[in-house]
């Protein structure tokens, strides 16, 4: 069995032979890039299976190499960071990053993160996650498309749009909290982060629900989090 294969783009040499000794512990084969070149060189000619990236980077910008790895080779990227403002999380989450850490991170909290999107994809590639369509009294999501047709309409999913109702979905009947998606999206889950959460929700209600104002399907649990009901709300 070919060992999991990461690419690290960082300019830190240091970073890189601290993630190249977690990963040996792992199982895991980090290859590395200090530039987007060199980056560039590797995705071409190598079988990876996730991407780390950090976003301060010489020439090429993380950015904007980013979209590249989406959009060329489609491989799930986790972003790396010194900075902590919301701002930068939602563009890398809106390019389609899977996942932002904040440095100083630890190795167990990396490594956890990455279990989480390499179990999630293989189930996808197993089939078993998320349905390809959901339909239910006129609402019609399309999980391969992050299309919405609902009020004889379609709407146009944005990356953390599908991303948080898919959580929503797969947990569908359980609430998740407002800690967990502070933490999984924006990195904390200080009250101040919460604005960020409510509008994603209230831009989710606008697209999915017949009426905002009285959802069905995404419902607030007052000091706890949302619940996402298949087949609506009584």
Same mark, same amino acid.
């Given at each position: ?79 790396? %960071? ?105 990195? %904390? %889950? ?15 209600? %606008? ?28």
């Amino acid at each position: 069995m070919e060992k999991t294969n990461i690419l690290v783009i960082d300019d830190d040499p240091d970073l890189i032979e601290f993630l190249k000794i977690t990963f040996q512990f792992e199982g895991w084969k980090a290859s590395a890039a200090k530039n987007a070149e060199e980056a560039l060189r590797i995705l071409g000619s190598n079988k990876l299976d996730m991407v780390l990236l950090d976003i301060s980077m010489p020439g090429m910008n993380g950015l904007e190499l980013l979209r590249c790895v989406i959009e060329t080779y489609a491989l799930p990227t986790i972003m790396l %960071s010194g900075q902590n403002a919301i701002e930068i999380k939602v563009k890398c989450l809106e390019i389609g990053a899977e996942d932002f850490i904040t440095k100083p991170f630890s190795p167990q909290e990396l490594v956890t993160r990455i279990n989480k999107i390499l179990n999630r994809n293989f189930k996808r590639s197993l089939g078993l996650d998320p349905p390809q369509v959901f339909e239910c009294e006129g609402l019609s999501i399309n999980f391969n498309s992050r299309e919405i047709t609902t009020k004889g309409r379609i709407e146009k999913l944005t990356v953390i749009e599908y991303k948080i109702l898919e959580d929503l979905y797969l947990s569908a009947g359980s609430i998740l909290s407002y800690d967990y998606l502070l933490k999984k999206y924006w990195g %904390s %889950s200080q009250k101040s982060y919460r604005d960020a959460l409510y509008v994603q929700i209230r831009h989710l209600r %606008s697209k999915i629900e017949r009426d905002a104002n009285n959802p069905r399907y995404i419902i607030n649990m007052p000091r706890t989090g949302y619940i996402f009901y298949k087949n609506g709300a009584a």
